[in-house]
């Protein structure tokens, strides 16, 4: 197998929300996440893969990469309100994986959802706290929509990035013009 398989590059990518960590093999973004480098090393390690620098990727690594920096960049200026990457799910679990896939379809652009209503859709409805861990544990946020998952009451109930990551990007597709956090 060759190491563009085994190996993902690893850098930070600014953004209003703060920096992100960014993950990418030859084929797909496999990380998107709020927090430290090391960390997401770690995470990536977890799953099988190798972390490498940009200075050492492969150039397929590079090309997902600065394809999901134009992406996020896009997005994140109100200039694009979906993303089409190719995205990796391996660093999720198998519950994890099916709820972030069916986040798009679910909930979209603009809109929110309940954990209890994204439950109900994936066929288990008292499972609301565990699609909520789920969505805790998504490898790509922001690419994948977990921020427009609400509480019952409409609550903003905990979010990777922290709330004000999810108001701000709430507020964003909401039109609203937000100021970053």
Do not use: W
């Not at 994936?122 to 699609?131: F, K, Y």
């Not at 609550?155 to 597709?173: P, T, V």
């Amino acid at each position: 197998m060759s190491t563009t398989h085994t190996t993902a590059v690893v850098t930070t990518h600014p953004t209003p929300l703060g920096p992100l960590v960014l993950g990418a093999t030859a084929d797909a973004l496999v990380l998107c996440c709020y927090g430290a480098v090391d960390d997401a090393v770690a995470r990536l390690t977890r799953g099988g893969l190798r972390a490498v620098e940009e200075e050492r990727a492969d150039p397929a690594q590079l090309k997902v990469l600065a394809e999901t920096r134009d992406q996020l960049d896009a997005y994140l200026t109100g200039a694009r309100r979906d993303f089409t990457l190719p995205v990796d799910l391996r660093l999720a679990t198998p519950f994890s994986r099916q709820t972030v896939m069916a986040l798009d379809a679910f909930v979209p652009y603009g809109r929110t959802a309940t954990y209890a209503g994204l439950a109900e859709a994936l066929g288990r409805p008292r499972a609301a706290r565990a699609v909520g861990t789920a969505l805790g544990a998504n490898p790509v946020c922001v690419v994948l929509p977990c921020h427009r998952i609400v509480g019952s009451g409409g609550g903003l109930n905990g979010y990777a990035g922290g709330l004000d990551a999810k108001r701000f990007l709430l507020a964003l597709e909401a039109g609203d013009g937000p100021a970053a956090p």
